[in-house]
Each structure stands twice: as structure tokens, then as C-alpha cells.
């Protein structure tokens, strides 16, 4: 597998949000949108060649337990090519959690190993196409994050949560933001929206602690 990077910080986003983690970070993603705050991981050749055991190990080897993120790029790209071998080979290190764009399908395999999915689709803002695939809508694993900047966004997901029937008590807001003083204003201008449309809205701790250069 192409491999960007094993490290230890807190999740900085979704339904884990702030909890301490292991975070695999897979090369290669298809989509291209356009706030990505880690295009270097588009590359499908970026990084370097590991063995799934050489991964595991690596990952037990920083000594953080409990709980651990396989992130991309778009990491589901990787089915079929040792994805489900790692995950599955991760679950020694804690609860595994996939973030995903929520476009590819996953394996039964895959899912077997996996405890949560952080899946984040994507809004007109994205400027892709990036179809939901409607496993993750029926999946009690499956949590939903949307990057927004202003109220017609967050009304945005708000019709998109209604379309596709996922749970609003799963639905999170972040705000679309390269740096701390952009997450605040970004803020300010969809609080409202947000309460009236009863979604909730979190922060993303690691534009809020560090500037967009720093690995989280």
C-alpha cells in the first residue's frame, strides 16, 4: 500500500472528535475538491510502499491504544489492494475508525473490522460529483460530516440530509476554513442557520489549534 504517513495526535473532527489516536494516512483520492486541506495525498503514487504488517507495526510502536483512523486521501480506494488486511489487522490497537467521501461502497470484509465510518459528502461547494452510496445511509457506523461556509451551504445539508433520509442526530457541520481566524468567522455566519435548522455544528480542532501546514 502507498502510505503518506503514521502518526499519533487527536481527531479532529466527527463523532470522535478530540479523542487520542493512531491515524493512518493512505495516498490517493479521485475526487479533487476544491477546499481539500491535504491535496498532497491525491497523488496515487505518493508516499512509500509498506506491507500491511510493516503498517501495524509501525502504528503499535507510537504506544497510543484505544483508538485508531484510517484516512486518506479516500482510503476505500485501497479495497481489494490490503485495505480490509489492515483494518482488520488494526483492531489490536483499539476501535478503527474509516474516514471516507462515502462514494465507494464498502466490502462486507471491510465492514466486518470497522467501528466507525466518519463519511463526508459533498455539497455543490466541493465542486465534484460525489455520489453518497446509499450503504452508508443504512449503516449504524456510519456518522456525517459536511463542510460549510455560509448559511446557503448549511441549508444545502440540510436538503441533503432530508433527500437521502440520514439520521440528523448523526449529521455534523464543520466549517470550511484553511486557518483559526477563518473557522471563527466561517462561525459566526451559519450559527443561526444551524439553530433553525436543528443541525449540529462542530469544530475541527486542528485548523482551530495548528495553521494548515501542520500534520494533525
Known sequence: MRVLGVFASLQGEGVNLGKPAV??????????????????????????????????????????????????GEPLIWQGR????????????????VETSGVY??????????????????????????????FYVSSPKAWFKFVVSDVGDVEEAARYVEAFGIPRDRVFLMPMSQNAEEHAEVLRRIWDAAVKLGLRVTPRLHIVAWDNERER
Open 23 to 72: 491515524f493512518i494516512r493512505l495516498a490517493g483520492c479521485p475526487l479533487r475538491c476544491v477546499y481539500c486541506d491535504t491535496k498532497y495525498s491525491w497523488d496515487f503514487g505518493g508516499g512509500v510502499e509498506m506491507s500491511v504488517d510493516e503498517v501495524v507495526a509501525k502504528a503499535a510502536a507510537l504506544g497510543v491504544r484505544g483508538h485508531v483512523v484510517v484516512t486518506g
Open 82 to 97: 490490503g485495505l480490509e488486511e489492515l483494518v482488520c489487522g488494526l483492531k489490536g490497537l483499539g476501535a478503527v475508525e
Open 105 to 134: 461502497k464498502s466490502t462486507p470484509r471491510l465492514d466486518a473490522c470497522v467501528d466507525f465510518y466518519d463519511v463526508s459528502p459533498k455539497l455543490s461547494n466541493a465542486g465534484v460529483k460525489a455520489p453518497l452510496d446509499k
